[in-house]
């Protein structure tokens, strides 16, 4: 694979899981949590009903066929973790485009979630992500904060 495709592919993931979400569950340690009281930085995505997949038959193969998806209510992040958020959460920066307000970037999936689950830990929240090796699973009734699953995109 040549550099500049893999930078490409590296930046473009960055966007897809530099996002986080939270579930819109009671939470007792921010009771005040409300649709119009969102989480600071987060917005409110409403839950529904909607068609997943390849609706134009223009797509791959892998988004056939078509099914129906209902999603939960969920906050999500209203921006991108910066690179400061993200090295005062994990102690370290490892992008290579350097600004304390830009994306973080040049993480993993694997760095992400520790990430969501560090974050969560640090504000009294509980986990959502049981990272045993390379056996991860995500607990969605957990209060802390998690990613997006494909269905919420």
Request: charged fraction near 20%.
């Amino acid at each position: 694979m040549s550099k500049r495709l893999f930078s490409i592919l590296t930046l473009s993931l960055v966007i897809i899981i530099a996002f986080f979400a939270i579930n819109c569950e009671d939470n007792p340690t921010k009771s005040n949590i409300s649709p119009d009281n969102p989480p600071e930085g987060m917005v409110y995505v409403e839950g529904g009903t909607y068609t997943m997949g390849d609706v134009w038959g223009v797509g791959d193969s892998d988004e056939t066929p078509t099914h129906e998806v209902t999603v939960s209510s969920f906050y999500m992040s209203k921006y991108e973790v910066t690179q400061q958020q993200y090295q005062s959460v994990m102690g370290e920066n490892p992008s290579d485009f350097d600004g304390e307000n830009n994306p973080v970037e040049d993480v993993s999936w694997y760095d992400a979630i520790e990430f969501c689950n560090k974050l969560s830990e640090q504000e009294g929240l509980t986990p959502c992500y049981n990272i045993d090796g390379e056996n991860t699973t995500c607990d969605f009734s957990a209060n802390g904060y998690r990613l997006p699953t494909e269905a919420e995109w």
